[in-house]
């Protein structure tokens, strides 16, 4: 699965940005798609994620983020959006969109080794 991620870039504290992840080469429906994030010096970090279960996908967030980032997707062009508002300095980091079409893996749903398939990656600065 190709995934690449558009939308970064440098915002105000208390601003918002839309970060897109669009992916290729499977079928989108089946895929879970997470957003983890990396700030300099620091491990990759779980935001949150849209999980393909047998009905319905399902949103997980982080706690660090949950009420101001908004995980979405539009299966008819097979892209995943991340709605990040009220933004801090702190969410500076390069964000990556992540990609597996297994669903038993469900409950490691934050660990990055659960993805298959990554994107380059779109810095995000958030200004003071």
């Known amino acids: 699965v190709h995934m690449v991620e558009s939308g970064g870039g440098l915002v105000q504290t208390g601003g918002s940005l839309r970060l897109s992840c669009a992916a290729s080469g499977s079928t989108f429906t089946s895929l879970s798609v997470a957003w983890f994030r990396q700030a300099p010096g620091k491990e990759r970090e779980f935001v949150g994620c849209s999980w393909s279960g047998p009905y319905t996908w399902h949103a997980w967030y982080a706690d660090s983020v949950k009420g101001r980032f908004t995980i979405s997707r539009d299966n008819a062009i097979d892209t995943v959006y991340l709605q990040m508002n009220r933004l801090k300095p702190e969410d500076t980091a390069v964000y990556y969109c992540?990609?597996?079409?297994?669903?038993?893996?469900?409950?490691?749903?934050?660990?990055?080794?659960?993805?298959?398939?990554w994107g380059q990656g779109t810095q995000v600065t958030v200004s003071s």
């Open positions: 992540a990609a597996t079409d297994s669903q038993s893996k469900v409950s490691f749903y934050r660990d990055p080794h659960t993805y298959d398939s």
